[in-house]
């Protein structure tokens, strides 16, 4: 049936507006089980000789509907087929992955739709294929059976409170076992717990699936399946979440995680964040130069001293692989644009180097020059300690700088993005400058006009 519509596929919007008039039901059915024809090509199995395909993605990419579709080509092709079909419970296993929206009963195609035996937890394909609920909540359930494929949806919400997540993955390894080549597709929104970890230090970032593990990923944002997606949910969870951790991780489909140990935590960054920006007694700018054009970012953080007393991020204006003239031009034009009082600037790279570039930038600039005596890390660990007292707060997202503040680590180590944390010692000195400086708790040394 569908061959006969393989010439219109270039139309695929047109045709589906004609359907009513040129298709009857069965044909109609048939055509919308065309899955390929629709999917977006990061919804269709990766090619290769993959072992576990993770779509890692915000909520509304179409996850739920990629991996049933996985599901339901793999049961159509082959009979002897049998299937795991894994959920944080056996509720969400049947009213998601089997009766949902995007679940295995909804995309089937009338003629070939399967049976659900709820008494059994099964589902049976009219060509014999069949698939298993299990709940990840009950790890020894899948010690026994055997299967050929799984399909294991929102990995990253396994209850793991006593191994349970890792100990069903495990089982089900182990029971993966029939059939000459099987697989598994594991769909979530990320998390920073065990398991996923796990699977992404198993990914081959190359793109390469020959290894033992043969983990292949595929990422992507809420905002990827828009077309598919009422405009009102879009435009309201961007209003609410853009920007923060919640979106980045919920809507954006990264995976955020803390680093053990770190000077500052996620948590931390997110109690400290408003979006009012109050009265300011003082603004001023930190900035981190580069060593060269080539190397590391120019740090540019913009801080205040509020009239109730608290410091706030204002902005972050650092500049990626800058020339000496473009990075001081952007600072100037950061003080300008936030009226700052002062412009604290690292001179470790040459202090008459670092003032004649932003004298040239403007001269009227308030400038002071600042020599770093201890390590970034040295320098931070005060002004963290500001952070957990309260007395800091975020006016808005700051992704990258955050990135770098939560890889700052005590004893001088960095594990956060890049080679060094520009942005976050950038940040350091402003704060330094309006909470712990000349009218602050205690005057650090280092510092001269």
């Known amino acids: 049936m569908i061959e006969r519509f393989d010439f219109l596929l270039d139309d695929v919007e047109g045709l589906y507006r004609q359907l009513p008039e040129r298709l009857g039901p069965v044909e109609r059915s048939h055509f919308a089980a065309n899955w390929p024809a629709f999917a977006r090509a990061e919804q269709l ?24 579709e996985w599901v339901r080509s793999v049961a159509e092709a082959d009979p002897a087929a049998r299937i795991a079909l894994v959920a944080a419970s056996l509720h969400e296993a049947r009213s998601v992955m089997v009766e949902g929206e995007s679940g295995l009963m909804a995309i089937s195609p009338v003629h070939a739709r399967p049976r659900f035996e709820p008494s059994l937890r099964r589902i049976v394909w009219p060509n014999g ?17 055997q299967h050929s494929h799984a399909w294991c949806d929102e990995i990253a919400k396994w209850d793991d409170g006593q191994s349970q997540a890792r100990r069903s993955w495990d089982n089900l390894l182990l029971g993966l076992r ?13 998390r920073p717990v065990p398991l996923l970890r796990r699977l992404l230090d198993q990914y081959d970032s190359t793109g390469s699936v020959e290894g033992p593990s043969g983990v292949v990923i595929t990422r992507g944002r809420t905002q990827d399946n828009a077309a598919n997606l009422p405009a009102r949910f879009i435009a309201d969870v961007e209003r609410e979440f853009s920007g923060t951790r919640l979106g980045r991780q919920e809507l954006d489909g990264e995976l955020i995680e803390d680093l053990p140990g770190a000077l500052w935590r996620r948590g931390l960054l997110e109690a400290c964040r408003t979006g009012a ?8 700018i930190g900035v981190d130069p580069p060593a060269s054009a080539e190397g590391d970012a120019c740090g540019i953080v913009v801080c205040g001293l509020g009239e109730d007393g608290l410091a706030h991020v204002l902005a972050d204006a650092s500049v990626e692989k800058a020339s000496p003239d473009t990075w001081a031009r952007a600072v100037a034009a950061a003080a300008a644009a936030w009226n700052a009082d002062r412009v604290v600037a690292e001179a470790n790279q040459g202090g008459a180097m670092v003032e004649a570039v932003l004298r040239a930038a403007n001269a009227a600039l308030p400038l002071r020059l600042v020599h770093a005596s201890r390590g970034k890390v040295a320098r931070a660990e005060p002004v963290a300690a500001l ?35 520009d942005r976050a010692d950038a940040c350091v ?21």
């Open 45 to 68: 199995a990766p090619a290769g000789d993959w072992r576990v395909w993770l779509v890692m993605a915000g909520r509304g990419f179409g996850k739920t509907r990629a991996g049933a």
């Open 129 to 145: 294929a069949q698939a298993q609920l299990y709940s990840a909540a009950e790890p020894e359930a899948l010690r026994g059976p």
């Open 178 to 190: 029939l059939g000459s080549d099987p697989r598994i597709v594991a769909t979530t929104t990320p």
């Open 277 to 284: 920006v109050p009265a300011m007694n003082r603004v001023v």
């Open 387 to 421: 952070y957990e007292a309260g007395r800091v707060r975020h006016v808005g997202q700051f992704a990258r700088l955050e990135d770098e503040l939560c890889g700052l680590m005590p004893g001088g180590a960095y594990h956060g993005p890049g080679r060094s944390p």
């Open 429 to 449: 000195w402003a704060l330094t400058e309006l909470m712990l400086g000349r009218s602050g708790q205690g005057r650090p040394r280092v510092w001269f006009d």
